[in-house]
Each structure stands twice: as C-alpha cells, then as structure tokens.
C-alpha cells in the first residue's frame, strides 16, 4: 500500500511536534511491572470500548479509574493480608475514608477507638459528623466500654491494631466477633503492625487497611494507601475511591511496590532493634515511661506475644520529664536521629505526638491518654541497634545535664 495522499511527512510543524514519534507497541517482557505514567488509555473502534464496558476488569480506560501499577500494587497487598482482593488510594487517608464509607452513611453510627492517628480522628469528628455519620470513641483495650458504646445504627467498628502513640494493643479477634455479634463491621488500621505480625482478616476484621506511606512503602519517599478485604467490600471502596477522586498516581503505585518486596527483610530487622532499643531505653534514668509491647511490663504483652508470635513491631514511646526544656535539650542532643513528624522508614527518627500527630486533641484528652511534651516517639529503623542505643543514651545523658 502506498502513502495516504496527506502522509506523515507533509505534515505542518504544529502537528509534527506533538504527533511526531511513532505509536510502538514493544513485545519484550519487562522483569518489573513498568510505569503505565498515562492519564488515559486508548481505544481501536466502538467494539473495543464496549468490550471493555462489558468486561471492566479485562483493561483500563482512564487512570483515576484504574491503572496497571495499581492492580499489581493491590494484588500484592490482597496476597499479604491473606484478602480476595485490594483497592490502592492515594493516601492512607484516602484508604480510611473509603473503608468507613463502604460501610457507614447518613444516619449511621461509628465506635472508634478513643487512641488513633490525630487524621482519623478529624475525618471522622470533623467531616464524617457533616455528612450525618455519628461517633461514639471507646477504649478498644476494654471490650465492656466498646460494647458499651455501641448502638443500634452502629454500622462499622474502626480501631488500629497497635495503637498510636502508646502502643496498646487491641485483641482484633475478640473486638470482630462483638462488632459481628452487633450486626457491624470491623475496620482495622493495621499499619503499625503489618500483616507480619497479623493479618486482621484472618482474625475476623472485614477491611484491613495501611498508609502505605510507612511501613510497606518503607524509604519516606511516598504517599500511599491500600484497603484490602473481601471482593464485594473492595469493589464498594473502589467506587469510592474513584468517585472522591483519591486514586493513587501510577508513580507512586510502583514506588510502593517496590518498597513492599523488602517488607519482610527491613521488618524483621525493625522489631529486632526496636526490642533491643526499648529495654535500653527503660534502664535510663531519664526515661520515666518506656511504651513498648514486647517489654513484660506493658499492659497487653501477654495478647501481643499470642497475637503477634512473639514480635512486637518497631514503633515505641517513651516518657521524659513533663517539661519542655528537658525535650529540646534530648532532641537537640541526638546527633544523627532526625524529628521527623512520620514514621516507619528504614532510618530511625523521632516524632513528638503531642505537637504532630495528635495536637488537634482536646488539652483533656492528652492528658487522658498521657500525651505531654515529654512523650517520644520512635520509628525504628534497619541501622545497627548498638548505635541506636548509644544515640539515645548519649542525648538522654544530655537531656539531664550531663554532658
Ligand atoms: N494510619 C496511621 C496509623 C497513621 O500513622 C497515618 C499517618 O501517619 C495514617 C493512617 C494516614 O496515612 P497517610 O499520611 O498516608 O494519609
């Protein structure tokens, strides 16, 4: 066949600009998953477009809807947590917002845990009450005041596994047959703990979700989500997901699966230093108050040692003196364990929950749950525990004048 009459090469500049390059399509296996970095994707005819419409799963339309660095991302995610399927979100924000609306509207009701991440907190004190969705806030640990809390229009029950920042744990099996007993569903935020200490579906949870930001991302180099559960609740979320417009971009989706095949190495070595670190840690009299679950004096290590099979994750915090100068003399000590308000990366670093994470509480509130200007926490990271510990001490030796 010939050159269409108008061919390629007679084309203006204008058009050569921007339709230069050749469409190639490449049949060379890649060993990754590339980056699919497109907004859209394309269609041969109107056969093509209706058997997509007829079979959505088979391919991908438009990316807010779904992309390839997504289904990978959320088949992994749906592997690990042991679900029938994932749904990726732009944040863990996002992930939240999609699991309590798949199972709450109007006129229901949530029982949240009393300790959770400050951003829980507002969505659903904040947003979630705007759009006619009720809270009542329980202490998860005490299943009598969960129970307590809960009412007739109760639709979901939302808690994380470990809790942030003290570190309680919650029995997610005993918490999902009450929720169930009650006619509601459990939602588990289960990014503290990974589905390496326990995969809450297993459990009894009906979603599990992650900020994918921490601990299965793993470098503090992205913002991601996921929700992973049973393939009707996945497909609920999705279409929240894509309706509220919190997709995750096809970037971010492949940095976070790359992150995610470390996940087992770096946390393994994680809990292994954090145990080191917190029994260092609670020998140090500048230290009043070590929160760790795998230390024998922390109130649910018995749950967390049958729960998690004998790992305790690697977030901690611990208490200095209630007194902001004893803080700024510790956090000015540490010489290379930076304030970071984040978490899980694999460097160690700090945060302090009552001017980050949890500083929109009511002053009652932190003092309820002991969060005052001495509390630390700590992200531990994959350094060696040795020169973990001695960072800490020598900054705490600081902190009391010693140095
Ligand atoms: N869940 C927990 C336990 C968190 O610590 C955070 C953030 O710190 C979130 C959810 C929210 O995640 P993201 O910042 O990815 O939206």
Redesign the pocket.
């Known amino acids: 066949m010939g050159e269409r009459p108008h061919s390629r090469k007679a084309w203006k500049v204008d058009t050569q600009v921007v339709q230069g390059g050749e469409k190639v399509t490449f049949n060379t296996p890649s060993k990754i998953t590339p980056i699919y970095q497109t907004s859209v994707f394309t269609f041969e005819d109107l056969d093509h477009l209706d058997a997509y419409y007829d079979q959505p799963k088979s391919g991908f339309m438009y990316t807010r809807f779904a992309n390839p660095n997504h289904t990978v991302l959320e088949r992994h995610i749906a592997q690990l947590e042991g679900a029938e399927n994932a749904v990726a979100a732009a ?3 996002g992930a ?1 917002l999609a699991s309590l609306l798949t199972f709450a509207g109007s006129g229901d009701h949530v029982v949240c845990s009393t300790e959770i ?1 400050g ?2 907190l507002n969505l659903i004190q904040k947003e979630l009450a705007r759009l006619g969705i009720a809270c009542t806030f329980a202490d998860f640990t005490r299943l009598d005041e969960v129970e307590a809390a809960i009412q007739p229009q109760t639709k979901v029950l939302i808690s ?1 596994t470990i809790t ?1 920042p003290l570190l309680h744990v919650i029995d997610i099996a005993s918490v999902a047959d009450l929720a169930h007993r009650h006619g509601a569903k459990l939602v588990v ?1 289960n ?2 703990s990974t589905p390496l200490l326990i995969k809450p579906l297993e459990a009894g949870a009906d979603l599990v979700l992650h ?1 994918a ?2 601990y299965i991302g793993g470098h503090s180099d992205v ?1 991601s ?1 996921v929700v992973a559960g049973h393939r009707p609740s996945i497909d609920r979320a999705r279409e929240i997901v894509v309706g509220f417009g919190a997709s995750l971009s096809p970037f971010e989706a492949w940095l976070t699966l790359r992150g995610a095949k470390t996940l087992a190495l770096r946390f393994r070595k994680q809990c292994e230093n954090a145990l080191k670190v917190a029994s260092a840690l609670a020998q140090h009299p500048a230290v009043t108050k070590v929160y760790y679950p795998g230390l024998e004096g922390h109130p649910q290590h018995e749950l967390a040692s049958r729960q998690f099979d004998k790992r305790y994750g690697a977030m901690l915090s611990f208490a200095l003196a209630d007194d902001r100068e004893v803080t700024n003399a510790f956090m000015n000590g540490l010489e290379w364990v930076p304030f970071a308000p ?2 899980a990366g694999v460097e160690t670093t700090i945060s302090h929950p009552l001017r980050t ?1 949890h500083r929109a509480l009511t002053p009652e509130m932190q003092a309820k749950l002991g969060i005052h200007v001495g509390l630390i926490r700590v992200s531990i990271g994959i350094e060696d525990p040795d020169d973990i510990v001695h960072e800490f001490t020598q900054a705490l030796d600081r902190s009391m004048g010693k140095r």
């Open positions: 944040s863990g924000m939240i991440y951003g829980t994380e942030n935020d990014t503290f900020s930001t921490k913002t989500g984040s978490l994470s």
